[in-house]
């Protein structure tokens, strides 16, 4: 019986390497974007605001808006044009001070896979768009919790609304306002 098992050992090990993961201290090595890569735009650094409209729980289902006694609070966002590594589409950046510093920002389960990211004061994003409107996912590589930008880029201004969603539901919101502080292109 043995024996006929043995001739399986080598394709067992050939289809579960498939499955293995890469070592988590794997080194990272960066790669700078494309010279026509349109996520250039938003590289440089912004002095971003922003501001909290609403407070939920990830679990309240009230469609009512409840306003924070909170004002605009600011900070400086650095986007560069460098992606984590040459296997991902994550772009390096730094936020000061963190988001959750900026805007309390609601519970949730917080599953990595992949760099960390800005949400965790880490240094990676994802920058989609369409057209003139832009995402900024602060939570890439994030399960259960999402925290982005979106909005509108009018020149040296990208203007429009935040949002942090726990297990599916929307938890916390409120606009934004980033403005171009120097050019990094």
């Given at each position: ?162 949002s942090q969603y726990v297990m599916g539901s929307l938890a916390r919101s409120g606009r934004f306002v980033m403005r171009r502080t120097s050019d990094s292109r």
């Amino acid at each position: 019986m043995m024996r006929n098992c043995a001739g399986f050992l080598p394709l067992l090990l050939l289809f579960s390497s498939g499955c293995a993961h890469p070592p988590r201290d794997e080194q990272a090595v960066p790669a700078p974007l494309k010279p026509r890569d349109s996520r250039r735009a938003l590289v440089g650094t912004w002095q971003l605001s922003v501001e909290a409209d609403t407070m939920r729980g990830a679990r309240d289902t009230s469609t009512a808006i409840q306003t924070d006694r909170l004002t605009w609070k600011i900070g400086t966002f650095r986007i560069t044009d460098t992606l984590i590594t040459r296997s991902r589409q994550e772009i390096r950046a730094v936020l000061t001070p963190g988001f959750d510093e900026l805007v309390p920002l609601a519970g949730g389960s917080w599953a990595l896979n992949g760099p960390p990211p800005v949400a965790l004061g880490g240094t990676a994003i994802a920058l989609n768009h369409r057209k003139r409107i832009w995402e900024i996912d602060l939570s890439p590589n994030l399960f259960d919790v999402s925290l982005s930008l979106n909005g509108e880029l009018w020149g040296d201004s990208l203007v429009g609304t935040w949002s942090q969603y726990v297990m599916g539901s929307l938890a916390r919101s409120g606009r934004f306002v980033m403005r171009r502080t120097s050019d990094s292109r």
